[in-house]
């Protein structure tokens, strides 16, 4: 798989999608794409991307399986359709119970399932299969919660899964080259953080989602 490098900084995820699509002009005015956001930072970036492209926009959600007592310690991830993850190894390092993981995997389903009623809106999730689906984060530091996206979409059977994020760790992007084409704006070292990278790295609420969906639907009518 093909990773692409370049350079620079962001002033918000709306700039940094501006950007990104520079690097993914050769997808534009096809109709064989669709740009799926991972809600909710990737969505910003991704409505600047789709509409560049001239492609619609849609998101996949995908949940991080926090540690208990360590939520920012992820331990896996799941996503829309049971797609999921984990990090055997931590798991067995921090001698969690399967009972440790049933309960932060029910949690974050419950929220997984919210987050797809409250964004979709009754509309039908987009036909991928055979087409080229460029999946979009605003940045990858383990690179773990695009991974089992990646996974989710593979089920879905499309031609080819791009992977576009501003900012990365370079072992996040080597790891997801196995796994789909990965197109990365900045890859610095140190990394640092995601939010390191941007002058404003506000939390996006759902409305602020909603929103963009809506607009991305109606240009596309």
Not at 117 to 131: E, I, K
Request: hydrophobic fraction near 45%; charged fraction near 25%.
């Amino acid at each position: 798989m093909d990773v692409a490098i370049g350079g620079g900084a962001f002033t918000d995820r709306r700039s940094a999608g501006k950007a990104l699509a520079e690097q993914l002009q050769s997808f534009a005015g096809r109709d064989d794409v669709v740009v799926l956001a991972l809600p909710r930072g990737g969505v910003p970036v991704a409505y600047e991307i789709a509409t560049a492209l001239g492609a619609p926009l849609d998101v996949l959600s995908v949940r991080k399986l926090g540690v208990p007592g360590h939520e920012e310690l992820a331990m896996g991830a799941i996503a829309s359709g049971g797609v999921y993850s984990l990090d055997a190894e931590l798991i067995h390092h921090l001698g969690l119970t399967p009972d440790d993981m049933l309960k932060v995997v029910r949690a974050e389903q419950l929220e997984l399932d919210r987050r797809e009623n409250a964004y979709r809106d009754h509309r039908q999730f987009p036909a991928v299969a055979g087409r080229t689906v460029i999946l979009v984060d605003d940045g990858l530091a383990t690179g773990q919660t695009m991974s089992v996206a990646v996974q989710a979409v593979q089920r879905l059977k499309p031609r080819r899964i791009v992977v576009a994020v501003p900012v990365a760790t370079r072992e996040a992007c080597a790891d997801l080259s196995g796994e789909a084409d990965v197109i990365c704006a900045l890859m610095p070292e140190p990394f640092y953080a995601v939010g390191a990278w941007y002058g404003d790295f506000s939390q996006i609420n759902d409305d602020q989602v909603r929103a963009l969906l809506a607009e991305a639907a109606a240009r596309g009518r």
